[in-house]
């Protein structure tokens, strides 16, 4: 099953770590909060399909993973999806709770 031409952890973190990168970026230039919950949407749409792709790569080079552990970095970068997606919960969870609020203002009234 581990075929080399099978993408493992590795490569899917570069692939989705740029783009989320990207997006990191762009929700800090967003000028209104229902920009920045769009962007952390989308952030978390990206960072849920990096998971699963994680995931599934992690599950056909370590099958038995109780027998043969991956080692710790492989560890690392599979769980580095997971903090994305509570970060992205998070951002998203609060840029619509301040959606009609213009940037800048008080949080407490």
Known sequence: MNRASDPDVVKIT?????PSSFLVAALGTADTNPHRAVVSLIGLVVSVMWQICSREALNEHYPEEAKNPPPRRIRI?????VFFIVCWLISL???????GKPLGTDLVP
């Open 14 to 18: 570069e692939v989705f770590l740029i």
């Open 77 to 81: 970068m599979s769980s580095l999806p």
């Open 93 to 99: 969870a609060a840029h619509l709770m301040l959606w």
